[in-house]
């Protein structure tokens, strides 16, 4: 469970959610904290302000502190402070709880100095103290003297700063714990939703591990999930397929070996019984068999190596035309002895080409073969090359009896023949079309074939150009 996608993908989203919200609480309530105590000292100074100016103003129309002691009292009352007024001398004329009136005053902090009259001096001080004011206990002083104020506090109807502070963040820690309570649903629905996909292909493949080619991936996510579910079945298609072509292509390897090994089985059990004589004939025959079982798993090598794409060529700049040429004349005996015309149509001058002449040359060969073998007395065969898009197209036309249109597709597959009933003397063993295009697209050409039932195929494969000069 704790290795698992979805777990993963879970504590992710959670580490993102907390880390957000928690920065974002962090954030708001720096802020708010320092803008609550701006507008709390803000608010305090005017409310400083306005008893400063009842004060003038009473000083002003008595002449005296005369008569000030109620407003006092009304102030402390509605601000929540101690508010104690001293004359110059340091008297206390005013004491919003009435206790110090008459005594000395002194304090830790200086006051507020009042200077109502033009010609200036002081008429007297203001203090105001800086916690709310309780009737008990009341504050303590020190022989005589008051508690220090400092700076104004707040209304009663106006919280403290640390306790509208602490209540926004209440609200804030309440909102980010909903907030992640609620990211937390959505995620474990999203993560289901992910892992799902994920999930399913995890289970496929593992059959798919265990030899069952048949998993398949439906998901109809149309994003990246869905292109691997894609690549992942193309993939299953792939193993499936290549799996049928080894099976296929052992049972091929099995049916083509069968036949000469047995001659040679039965032609040495009729030697051991004395059916047939250890003669020249005899010898010549197993020789035959042999060579064709030797054939068969030389082209089975070449094949494999050329498919393992581990075939060593030794690509040159070469004449292809001289190539040509003398591929052909290895082959006018074999084609003059069916009653096969061979023949070349080359133009006097063909640009060199990148090739490995004997990998071409054995092109070549594969090719005139099977154009032999399918070409009765009397027909002919013609070896034509052009230039074309920086390459050299060689062509071998004959006149044969052709091959169906359904048989096209599957010509250059291994052991595969057109007319089924062909042995392997006089069809071949199936392989040399297979091999052809394989070196053909080993040196970075193409090959492909065109043919009519009754007039005849053209083969025709693609040789590149050489760079050089």
């Known amino acids: 469970m704790l290795h698992s996608f979805r777990f993963r993908l879970l504590l992710a989203f959670v580490l993102v959610i907390v880390a957000a919200t928690g920065a974002v609480y962090f954030f708001i309530g720096q802020t708010s904290a ?72 002194q304090s830790d902090s200086p006051g507020r100095r009042l200077s109502p009259r033009r010609e200036g001096g002081t008429s007297g001080v203001l203090y105001i103290s800086p916690e709310p004011s309780t009737s008990q206990p009341t504050p303590s002083f020190r022989e005589g003297t008051a508690p220090g104020f400092r700076s104004p506090g707040l209304s009663p109807d106006f919280p403290s700063p640390l306790g509208l502070s602490r209540s926004i963040g209440r609200f804030l820690l309440w909102g980010t714990l909903l907030a992640i309570a609620i990211a937390l649903v959505f995620t474990f629905f999203l993560s289901r939703r992910i892992s799902a996909p994920v999930k399913a292909l995890a289970l496929a493949a593992g059959h798919l591990g265990r030899g069952d080619l048949s998993q398949r991936v439906h998901l109809k996510d149309k994003g990246e999930m869905g292109d691997l579910a894609q690549a992942f ?84 700049t070469e004449d292809i035309g001289s190539v040509i040429k003398q591929t052909v004349a290895t082959k006018q005996t074999q084609a003059a002895a069916k009653g096969v015309s061979l023949s070349t149509e080359l133009p006097d001058r063909l640009p060199l080409v990148n090739i490995d ?47 169906p249109a359904e048989d096209l597709p599957h010509i250059f597959e291994r052991f595969y023949r057109v007319d089924k009933s062909r042995t392997r003397i006089t069809g071949g063993s199936g392989l040399g079309l297979t091999i052809a295009r394989r070196l053909v697209e080993a040196q970075g050409g ?17 040789v590149p150009l050489s760079h050089q000069p």
């Open 34 to 105: 320092a803008e609550i105590r701006r507008y709390t000292e803000r608010s305090a100074e005017a409310r400083i302000g306005r008893v400063e100016f009842e004060l003038y103003r009473h000083y002003r129309e008595h002449g005296s502190w005369e008569g000030i002691q109620p407003f006092v009292e009304q102030w402390g009352s509605l601000y929540g402070r101690r508010i104690i007024l001293t004359d110059a001398g340091g008297v206390v004329v005013a004491d919003s709880e009435g206790k110090l009136l008459g005594e000395q005053y």
């Open 233 to 316: 079945n193309s993939m299953a298609s792939d193993l499936e397929r290549a799996e049928k072509m080894q099976r296929d292509m052992v049972a091929d390897v099995a049916h083509e070996l069968r036949t000469p090994l047995s001659n040679i089985r039965g032609y040495l059990e009729a030697i051991h019984d004395g059916v047939v004589k250890p003669d020249a004939d005899a010898i010549l025959s197993l020789n035959e068999e042999a060579s064709l079982l030797s054939r068969l798993v030389d082209d089975l090598q070449e094949l494999s190596l050329a498919e393992a794409g581990a075939l060593k060529l030794d690509c040159q």
């Open 357 to 403: 002449s004997r990998r071409t040359s054995q092109i070549l060969r594969n090719l005139l073969e099977n154009a032999i073998a399918h070409t009765s007395n009397g027909g002919g065969i013609a070896v034509s090359a052009e230039e074309q898009d920086s390459q050299v197209k060689v062509s071998v036309t004959d006149t044969g009896e052709g091959i």
């Open 446 to 462: 193409s090959i492909e074939v065109q043919s009519q039932p009754g007039k005849g195929s053209r083969f025709t494969f693609t």
